[in-house]
């Protein structure tokens, strides 16, 4: 349960019957569940509301898991990612993500077993976003340079057991602002249009942006 007590089902079970060859079959779901309900603060990289709807299914022995299902950012969302000064950096952590024990007898523990690690990950995530959905980033600290976008799209999310994660769809822009400083022109704010998009063909950290931004100005004519 979330802290509003929207409900996430896992359902499913976990097969230790051979504790060599472990095996899960298990299954999510979850409808406008708040998965982010944060303030903004001076330590958050997200900040907002992020409300989700899950469909998803992991099937498998502990090195052949397969996950594939359906995960659904809902229109009532709000939600804020803060730029850093430094990138985030991405660890692979399912290796110490679940330990499994043998226990002699109920009372004590006289052996351990060394922990089963989790390799071979299959994903395969749809992320649909709805239209009404509301993403942001601030490229400052103070918020005075930001990207605020209404939109929507769906994409594809692929990570491989060999450990790599690809991303393919198109994010539509249906309207949006962006203030930003640049090296030879102040701090402007310009409108996003309606149409452009942010396209992944593969690598997340190089999609193609097809974006047409304005901004009013005013000016006085005169005959010279």
Request: glycine share 8%; with cysteine; proline share 3%.
């Amino acid at each position: 349960f979330s802290e509003k007590g929207d409900k996430m089902i896992l359902n499913g079970n976990v097969d230790f019957k051979d504790t060599e060859d472990i095996r899960l079959n298990l299954y999510l779901f979850a409808n406008n569940f708040l998965l982010i309900d944060k303030p903004r603060n001076s330590q958050t990289l997200v900040y907002g509301k992020a409300y989700i709807g899950a469909n998803a299914t992991l099937i498998g022995p502990l090195d052949e898991l397969k996950l594939k299902g359906q995960i659904n950012l809902q229109g009532n969302s709000d939600v804020t990612y803060v730029l850093k000064d430094s990138p985030l950096t991405v660890e692979d952590r399912l290796s110490g993500l679940v330990t499994f024990v043998d226990f002699n007898d109920t009372i004590q523990v006289s052996r351990e077993v060394a922990a089963r690690e989790i390799t071979g990950v299959d994903a395969s995530l749809n992320l649909l976003i709805d239209e009404g959905a509301k993403l942001s980033c601030d490229l400052s600290n103070n918020r005075e340079s930001y990207v605020d976008l209404i939109g929507g799209g769906t994409l594809v999310m692929r990570y491989t057991p060999e450990g790599k994660m690809t991303m393919t769809g198109r994010y539509t822009i249906n309207s949006g602002e962006m203030k930003y400083e640049l090296p030879v022109i102040p701090l402007k704010t310009f409108n996003l249009g309606s149409g452009s998009y942010v396209e992944f063909t593969g690598d997340m950290m190089n999609p193609r942006l097809n974006i047409a931004a304005t901004e009013k100005t005013r000016a006085s004519v005169s005959n010279g």
